[in-house]
């Protein structure tokens, strides 16, 4: 089991044999649930086209916060995720 440490900054590092066994590459994304008092490090798969439809679209009359789009498309994929 890999010890790993944190970093003044709040940061860790993901060991080789972790991220070999969650087929994990350079800037790939993962999330991290809480489960209890456990952390559980989940990959981000698939792209923007998975999560097709699941937006509703304002009125086409007003422009598109893109902001807020890309956070709600972010909150999605993250649910999907802690679903698996």
Do not use: W
């Not at 489960?35 to 937006?55: C, H, N, Y």
């Amino acid at each position: 089991m890999p010890i790993v440490v944190i970093t003044s900054k709040g940061q860790v590092t993901i060991p080789k044999e972790v991220r070999k066994g969650l087929n994990l590459a350079s800037s790939d994304r993962v999330i991290i649930v809480l489960e209890g008092e456990q952390a559980v490090i989940k990959p981000i798969r698939g792209t923007l086209l998975d999560i097709g439809g699941s937006l509703n679209i304002p009125d086409k009359e007003k422009p598109l916060d893109f902001e807020r789009v890309r956070e709600s498309v972010r909150k999605s994929v993250a649910q999907r995720v802690i679903k698996k």
